[in-house]
């Protein structure tokens, strides 16, 4: 099951007390769906609790019949209200005049303040989809009419939430990409275990990231050391091959001494093994020495 779908399905269990709510999620469901006017209300879905939802909620609050068709493929349902004369009644039931011709949202729908969040599931239910957090995050509202989308744009803004809009296919897409904003949008519709879900997902990935981080830091600090090793034992081996070791002072001869053997040690290790032990500063500077002592020599 895909997590869009899950959120879906858990909208569909809510249980809301008051008609007004239960109204609104209707209302959302009907005027995103794939038509919605005075000759034809229909709506199309992937997922069979919707297309179940949509036809009882016809039936309870409108007393209007509709009928569920199953595509060849069964991966679409689709909701058709019977006639255009029922058609016309849904529409007046949510006042909208049957001969407008540019749909927006009718805000006089909303009663109480937890009608606004039921509007928003049903047109999630509708026209919603929503990538696995696991993936990506990313989580949009699919519009077919243009000025229904400002609309609607206007009315997630004054539920505080800040949706950006672009055009796909000759649809509106209203959507959300940051987690904390699309985490707000899911506690709005009601579908809080699914919230719960992605917030659970984003700290796992979040400490995953931080291991790798801190594993690529480790891995090039350790490539940084060995290169510097290798470096420092090959000027060694110059100034022993040019017959200058020698002439080294004592504290060189031990640095080059204690390198040679210890070949994968770092600064740290290095200024250990010293009696009394050195500084990172203090070894560092000595390295520096013979590596500056080898590149003089021709």
Do not use: W
């Amino acid at each position: 099951m895909t997590f869009s779908s899950q959120v879906k399905n858990e909208l569909t269990k809510i249980e809301y007390d008051k008609n007004c709510c239960k109204k609104c999620l209707l209302y959302g469901l009907a005027l995103f769906g794939k038509s919605f006017s005075s000759s034809s209300v229909s709506l199309q879905t992937e997922n069979e609790n919707t297309a179940m939802l949509y036809k009882r909620l016809l039936k309870e609050l409108c007393n209007i019949d509709s009928n569920i068709v199953k595509s060849p493929s069964g991966r679409n349902f689709t909701v058709t209200v019977s006639s255009k004369g029922d058609a016309a009644k849904l529409m007046m039931y949510f006042m909208h005049d049957s001969s407008e011709t540019s749909l927006k949202v009718n805000v006089s729908n909303f009663v109480c303040p937890q009608c606004q969040n039921a509007f928003f599931a049903g047109a999630f239910l509708a026209c919603g989809t929503v990538s696995s957090p696991q993936k990506d995050y990313h989580l949009e509202f699919c519009i077919a009419y243009r000025n229904l989308s400002k609309s609607f744009v206007t009315v997630l803004q004054e539920a505080e939430l800040s949706p950006k809009v672009t055009t796909r296919k000759g649809y509106n897409i209203v959507y959300f990409k940051e987690s904390e904003a699309i985490e707000d949008c899911l506690y709005l519709m009601g579908a809080s275990a699914a919230m719960f879900d992605m917030m659970n997902i984003k700290i796992i990935k979040d400490i995953r990231n931080k291991a790798n981080r801190k594993a690529n830091c480790e891995t090039a600090n350790i490539e940084r050391t060995v290169n510097a090793a290798v470096g420092q034992i090959e000027a060694i081996e110059k100034i022993k091959k040019a017959k200058k070791f020698d002439s080294l002072s004592p504290a060189l001869k031990e640095m080059a001494k204690i390198r040679c053997e210890n070949p994968d040690a770092s600064l740290g290790e290095l200024a250990g093994m010293f009696e009394p032990p050195l500084s990172r500063s203090g070894v560092n500077h000595r390295l520096n020495k013979l590596v500056s002592l080898a590149d003089s020599i021709k």
